[in-house]
């Protein structure tokens, strides 16, 4: 069992930063491959990076540029930084993790309950 807290999300002018945290806790060494999404209201979950084992990274075109995932294997710390943002990035935002690579796949077993992000114009 892995249990995901994320923090960090807000109310921000378009054009501005954020940055979220996700604080994993439990199995997290048999469930390494963690994900950041975002779903916007009446759409689809949306996958927005991947961080592998390895450190690679992998990011959703609308937030290529903008967007940096990284993690604190230390502290069980999943980090989303985002910049230059606009209002379509609105969602509630989630991290995800578990023992396989779904890569941008919302197949992930293990879920956070999600931080809200709006950009305003």
């Known amino acids: 069992q892995v249990q995901l807290v994320e923090s960090g999300g807000g109310s921000v002018q378009a054009g501005g930063s954020l940055r979220l945290s996700c604080a994993a806790s439990g199995d997290t060494y048999s469930n390494p491959y963690m994900a950041w999404f975002r779903q916007a209201t009446g759409k689809k979950r949306e996958g927005v990076a991947i961080?592998?084992?390895?450190?690679?990274?992998t990011y959703g075109n609308s937030v290529k540029g903008r967007f940096t995932i990284s993690k604190d294997n230390a502290q069980n710390t999943l980090y989303l930084q985002m910049n230059s943002l606009k209002p379509e990035d609105t969602a509630m935002y989630y991290c995800a993790a578990d023992r396989g690579q779904w890569l941008l796949l919302p197949e992930y077993k293990y879920w956070g309950q999600g931080t809200q992000v709006t950009v305003s114009s």
């Open positions: 961080i592998d084992t390895d450190g690679s990274t």
